[in-house]
């Protein structure tokens, strides 16, 4: 079972490498909410998005001869830049399988992010179908897979937010009452919620889904992860279908709380962090933020940490 431990190993190791994003205090938002409201902005990431995190962390730990047979991943962008990004600096080859629905905004930076190391492959218009074929070649080409959320290290390489948002709270005297995190296949939440409830109990750790894609709501419900049988796939970075065994089991001991936000909303809350903040998000980035709407009442006059979790949006995705 993944621990703190695991946690601040992991953040050793990618001390350096990532960025130590901002935890900025908001004033828009804290006025409009009646709260006070932070954003941990993982958008300003090297790759605008967390998955760099887990991704790196993950293939750090590769043996030699793993590394020189290469790795695949599966992913709807993010993770896959992550990937790319950490084979480029290593000079490991790779192979990333991508959705053909997948933002081009998303596939170019893969290529420009992986260069020469990486191959793609545009395969079904799901993660969930698209993960499939990796595995598939993975097995019959002897490579290993770098799974993009269920896996200890990729989750310990997430789970550096919390480490990071814990330390600057420390540093500033923040002292939080929760935090709301982006769930699609629960590998940042998992890390987020098993550091922060190892060592700040007292925080309530939520996660937000999007409506048309509540994977872990499901998980919750059957007492483990299921595959629903259709999703809205317009919030791209957590439109999952299904969680991990791992991400389910840290998610189920640690979240009390999960709470679901429409799609409409995440794209009023898109519109609005651009125009009124200048703040570029991705529509999972916004899912946190947009959820401070279902969840007004309850952050009334509370001190809230919201995480962006990714800044890869597609400009040409706006009329959508």
Same mark, same amino acid.
């Not at 933002?103 to 993960?131: E, M």
């Not at 595959?227 to 791992?246: S, T």
């Not at 529509?283 to 940490?305: H, R």
């Given at each position: 079972?993944? #621990?703190?431990?695991?946690?601040?190993?992991?953040?050793?190791?990618?001390?350096?490498?990532? *960025?130590?994003?901002?935890?900025?205090? @908001?004033?828009?938002? #804290?006025?409009?909410?009646?709260?006070?409201?932070?954003?941990?902005?993982?958008?300003?990431? &090297?790759?605008? #998005?967390?998955?760099?995190?887990?991704?790196?962390?993950?293939?750090?730990? $590769?043996?030699?001869?793993?590394?020189?047979?290469?790795?695949?991943?599966?992913?709807?962008?993010?993770?896959?830049?992550?990937?790319?990004?950490?084979?480029?600096?290593?000079?490991?080859?790779?192979?990333?399988?991508?959705?053909? /629905? /997948?933002?081009?905004? %998303?596939?170019?930076?893969? &290529?420009?992010?992986?260069? @020469?190391?990486? !191959?793609?492959?545009?395969?079904?218009?799901?993660?969930?179908?698209?993960?499939?074929?990796?595995?598939?070649? !993975?097995? #019959?080409?002897?490579?290993?897979?770098?799974?993009?959320?269920?896996?200890?290290?990729?989750?310990?390489?997430?789970?550096?937010?919390?480490? +990071?948002? $814990?330390?600057?709270? &420390?540093? +500033?005297?923040?002292?939080?009452?929760?935090?709301?995190?982006?769930?699609?296949?629960?590998?940042?939440?998992?890390?987020?919620?098993?550091?922060?409830?190892? /060592?700040?109990?007292?925080?309530?750790?939520?996660?937000?889904?999007?409506?048309?894609? &509540?994977?872990?709501?499901?998980?919750?419900?059957?007492?483990?992860?299921?595959?629903?049988?259709?999703? @809205? %796939?317009?919030? @791209?970075?957590?439109?999952?279908?299904? *969680?991990?065994?791992? !991400?389910?089991?840290?998610?189920?001991?640690?979240?009390?709380?999960?709470?679901?936000?429409?799609?409409? $909303?995440?794209?009023?809350? $898109?519109?609005?962090?651009?125009?009124?903040?200048?703040?570029?998000?991705?529509?999972?980035?916004?899912?946190?933020?947009?959820?401070?709407?279902?969840?007004?009442?309850?952050?009334?006059? %509370?001190?809230?940490?919201?995480?962006?979790?990714?800044?890869?949006?597609?400009?040409?995705?706006?009329?959508?």
């Amino acid at each position: 079972m993944l #621990s703190s431990k695991d946690i601040i190993k992991a953040h050793k190791v990618l001390n350096g490498v990532v *960025v130590n994003t901002p935890l900025d205090y @908001d004033h828009y938002l #804290s006025e409009k909410y009646g709260a006070k409201i932070y954003l941990k902005k993982e958008n300003a990431q &090297r790759v605008r #998005s967390f998955k760099i995190r887990g991704a790196y962390y993950a293939i750090s730990q $590769l043996s030699k001869e793993e590394r020189e047979r290469g790795v695949v991943c599966a992913s709807a962008g993010n993770h896959a830049q992550g990937v790319a990004y950490t084979c480029n600096e290593m000079k490991i080859p790779a192979t990333i399988f991508m959705p053909i /629905t /997948t933002p081009q905004q %998303k596939i170019g930076q893969v &290529r420009f992010f992986g260069g @020469d190391f990486v !191959t793609i492959k545009l395969v079904g218009d799901t993660f969930d179908a698209s993960a499939k074929a990796a595995q598939e070649f !993975t097995v #019959s080409e002897n490579r290993t897979f770098i799974d993009p959320f269920d896996d200890a290290h990729v989750q310990a390489g997430q789970g550096t937010v919390a480490y +990071e948002i $814990l330390e600057e709270a &420390r540093k +500033e005297s923040i002292d939080f009452d929760a935090v709301l995190v982006p769930v699609g296949g629960g590998g940042l939440i998992a890390g987020v919620s098993t550091y922060i409830k190892e /060592t700040s109990p007292e925080i309530e750790v939520i996660g937000v889904e999007a409506n048309g894609a &509540r994977s872990m709501k499901a998980a919750f419900e059957a007492g483990g992860p299921v595959k629903l049988k259709e999703i @809205d %796939k317009f919030a @791209d970075g957590i439109a999952v279908q299904k *969680v991990g065994q791992l !991400t389910y089991e840290a998610t189920r001991q640690h979240v009390q709380t999960l709470v679901g936000v429409d799609e409409g $909303l995440i794209s009023e809350t $898109l519109i609005d962090l651009y125009s009124k903040q200048g703040i570029v998000a991705e529509p999972a980035g916004a899912a946190s933020i947009a959820s401070l709407e279902v969840l007004a009442e309850y952050i009334k006059g %509370k001190t809230i940490c919201c995480i962006i979790s990714g800044g890869n949006n597609d400009i040409n995705r706006m009329p959508e």
